[in-house]
């Protein structure tokens, strides 16, 4: 077994995304890299589980050839790409799991359907060390593979952070995930920013066009948010207001930041003292 530690990458896009492959070649030397992303186009999974899924996996042939890297193709969600990855595929326990570099920005409260986030989560959940990295693009590129976007600049963040957390442990204990985001027209120069995630939604859905309520009816999104009015410490407000990298540190714990004692005041109809 190598003494080299082990990075595990995956995505959302699919495995033939050249977002995903800019990421994995930002990282040769740096140790050994295995790469287990979904096969299929998996946006929009968040970190779901769905029963369906087959689990089949598939070596697949790498673009370009990158020393000490192996890579799979999973039918399944990128959060099932992580456990396969962890459990069946990895000879040990990663150092790190990179997801990403995805088309498109993942900002606002919408991070909790993006299935590039949604892997990240799951990585921590399993007790790894997470990072999971978007690349502002136009709207129309989302779900592409579009070779017009640029992910250099991104990779050269990603890998910056990422040696950070192979090197480092002294992060707060209620930091499990960074999560970046890397705005349109970004160069290495960019400045980046710590940031927190706004409360504002960024991409809003749109109502189906159908005729009845029994044939198809896809819904789909827009982006509708006015970025200076978001947060100023905000995601939303780095990357689409002052066009800077956003790292915004994650936790597992959900629980809202309210004191619980006088939540359960209010809940049990005490009076409150002091308002």
Not at 84 to 112: C, F, Q, W
Not at 152 to 164: H, N
Not at 228 to 243: C, G, I
């Amino acid at each position: 077994m190598s003494d080299s530690p082990l990075i595990l990458f995956t995505n959302d896009d699919g495995i033939a995304s050249p977002g995903l492959w800019t990421a994995v070649a930002a990282f040769a030397g740096l140790g050994d890299l295995l790469v287990v992303a979904p096969r299929e186009q998996q946006s929009g999974m968040g970190r779901s589980m769905p029963g369906f899924s087959k689990g089949r996996i598939y070596p697949w042939e790498m673009p370009q050839p990158i020393a000490r890297c192996t890579a799979y193709a999973v039918d399944g969600t990128p959060a099932q790409a992580v456990q396969h990855g962890v459990l069946e595929l990895a000879d040990r326990k990663p150092a790190l799991v990179v997801s990403g570099i995805n088309y498109g920005d993942n900002t606002g409260n919408g991070v909790t359907i993006s299935g590039t986030v949604g892997a990240a989560i799951e990585a921590a959940s399993l007790g790894l060390r997470a990072l999971a990295v978007s690349q502002q693009t136009p709207f129309d590129l989302h779900l592409s593979h579009s070779d017009a976007v640029d992910f250099a600049p991104a990779a050269a963040f990603t890998r910056q952070f990422g040696e950070f957390l192979l090197a480092h442990s002294a992060l707060p204990d209620d930091v499990d995930i960074l999560k970046m985001e890397v705005p349109w027209g970004a160069t290495a120069a960019t400045e980046w920013r710590i940031t927190r995630l706004s409360r504002r939604r960024v991409y809003w859905p749109t109502r189906p066009e159908r005729t009845g309520i029994g044939g198809n009816g896809k819904l789909g999104y827009r982006f509708n948010a006015d970025p200076s009015r978001a947060e100023p410490d905000s995601d939303v407000y780095a990357v689409m207001h002052d066009r800077v990298v956003s790292v915004t540190p994650m936790s597992l714990d959900m629980t809202s930041r309210t004191d619980l004692f006088r939540l359960r005041q209010i809940l049990c109809g005490e009076q409150v003292y002091g308002r």
